[in-house]
């Protein structure tokens, strides 16, 4: 809704409605978009209601994709929306290996966390990533004190050319995720596609082209050009 809509409505002065919009966007409970300069619920409002995770649009459309990447992995399939620094879960599919490690909706996490944050690092324009990783703390390998900026820029790498990157244990003992990035429109990176499990690295190796392709899938629905976005990363394996 527009703000001259949501101040009719809740019958106050336009000056008054967009400093409660204003204070309301500051703690993530509602956006806006820049384009039609309308107002539209946040990510933030998954902690104050599960009525609101439920009637978000992401969940809905996304949740029939991360199901099919579930079944044929076995693993715990979820979707990360960014919001700010953080990335929230706001749809998932259990796996059935029995780990004791799973995705929560509602969970959030630092968006340089471990694969997700490779992922979404490696589609980030040169500009936008130089000013993530002058940040002081960076979570790629978890604890912060193990970072190694080197090694980040050849998995950037590797990640824009396969279309997936891979966390083999570092961030949760015991657990490897695979994850990809999600774009909308513009080739905004929104969220990403994240897969959890117990199986072996081997076994990424024939994961990862799943996650990525699940990912490019999403990324259509939502009707960005995923073919000019995933340049060079080898997409090629789709799951039906």
Known sequence: MTLTDICRQVEIFKSKGFSILNTLSQFGLVDK???????YLGPNL??????VLNNMEYPEMVTPFLDRLSKNTSGTAGFGLI???DVFIVAKREGNQ???FTLGLGARFHITSGAPGKAIAAWMSEIEREKLLAKKKLYFYGDPSRMDMKRLGEEIDQCRDLGFAQDIGEVTPGVNIVSAPVFSLHKKIIGCIILVGTFSERTIKEYGPKVASIAQQVSHKLGAHVERVYKGANLSHTIG
């Open 46 to 51: 998954i902690f104050l209601s599960r009525h």
């Open 98 to 100: 029995g780990i004791g």
């Open 33 to 39: 978009d820049p384009q039609t300069k309308t107002y």
């Open 83 to 85: 919001r700010g620094s």
